[in-house]
């Protein structure tokens, strides 16, 4: 790498310091309290794996240029500069082992957002070449394609044929004055095309006008997973333009995790302005159906279930009853893990661990985290409300020959969806 590459990053990291950066390295009391919080270090326990020290690039760059003992100790040679073997040492601990997943911050004593520190280390990380290449290219294909999985127009164009042939629902495009613009996630158009389906059912059923967006329909953000600002404004931007083109009142982000953190809460400081239309998560428009009395449901699930909770939407996010309100409609017999809600443990690949190859084998270890609080319930069915989140648990539970099915909370209620008069079930 060159040094003009090198200094790019730097000066990168210079720029990630602002005043919430400078007060969260001041106050922390190097407790060690974050380590425990994270499922990369409970399953790997050494103390590189610490979230804090997966900082200590960024840390010495404010020390350095920030404080006068930093700037001392650099004059002395008692503090190194940030080279880019130790950057790419890094990468390992940045992006590998560490799924933004915000239990650290949750756990922290000084209140320290260890999860936004990270992402700003990541603006450096990629400023200066070090980036994950599975997360380059996922980033390249969002901003080219307007996919991270490549998927275009055509492909999901030929899924809602399929559906409405079998379905006899009608699945609108570029329908303007809906109220709802319904986003996707590559991951439900690819793997799970029964999303599209509950959801067609669900809003129809409930007399809402919605549509699909032919010029964008993809909400993933490979921005804020490989930390470049600049790819999530873009992506961000292509959303917003495609709602305010067709003049909805709310855009929902479908069951992805840090689709719903980039539209819903960094969407409006990435672009420079407030949204003209509200931005929720499938969960929630669902759970205000069920509020208006235009979700009801029958029957019940007979299994013992219980439910994973994704953490961009329930800790970073706060929807913690919504989905246990839906899951008491159709459950029984739901059962709470030991740590659940805000605590719940990630299932280890988000924050674009899923999308980064040379994670497969460290993202795995971590799942055993996960295992373990399932091995506590004995339970017969796994809920969740994360495309992402389903990908990893069904991965894990294959790998550690686990029976436990995996749905999707979205497809669960529409399985039990009651057809209300005017409406179509």
Known sequence: ?????????????????????????????????????????????????????????????????????????????????????????????????????????????????????????????????????????????????????GVKLPALQAQVRHLEKSSGLTVPFDQEGA???????????????????????????????????????????????????????????????????????????????HAYTALRWEGPNLIGRPYTFAAKHIVEVLDELRAEGLLQTEGFEESKLTFHDPCQLVRRGGVVEQPRNLLNMVAKNFVEMADHGTLNWCCGAGGGVSANEDAEEVKLKAFQRKKKQLDELHVDTLVTACANCRIQLEEGMEVNQMDIPVLGLTEMIAEHLVERKGGAA
């Open 1 to 149: 790498m060159s040094t003009l590459t090198l200094e790019r990053g730097i000066n990168a990291f210079k720029a990630q310091i602002d005043a919430p950066m400078a007060s969260f390295f001041s106050s922390c009391v190097s407790c060690g309290m974050c380590a425990d919080a994270c499922l990369f270090y409970t399953e790997n326990p050494e103390p590189r794996f610490t979230p804090i020290y997966k900082l200590e690039p960024l840390r010495r760059v404010w020390e350095q240029e920030y404080t006068l003992i930093g700037k001392l100790k650099a004059k002395l040679g008692l503090s190194k500069p940030v080279t880019d073997a130790e950057l790419a040492e890094w990468q390992e601990l940045v992006y590998n082992n560490c799924s933004l997943c915000g239990r650290c911050t949750l756990i922290c004593p000084v209140g320290n957002d260890i999860t936004y520190m990270i992402r700003r280390m990541r603006e450096g990380m990629v400023a200066s070449g070090h980036a994950p290449g599975g997360l380059i290219g996922a980033s390249t294909r969002a901003v080219q394609i307007g996919s991270p999985m």
């Open 179 to 257: 109220e709802y613009l319904l986003m996707l996630s590559s991951m439900e158009i690819m793997n799970y095309p029964e999303y599209l389906g509950a959801v067609a059912k669900i809003l129809t059923n409930a007399g809402k006008t919605w549509t699909l967006s032919s010029e964008c329909f993809e909400a993933t953000n490979s921005g804020i997973q490989i930390g470049s600002s600049d790819i999530a404004r873009e992506l961000v931007s292509r959303v917003v333009a495609a709602a305010e083109k067709l003049k909805v009142k709310t855009v929902i982000s479908p069951e992805c995790g």
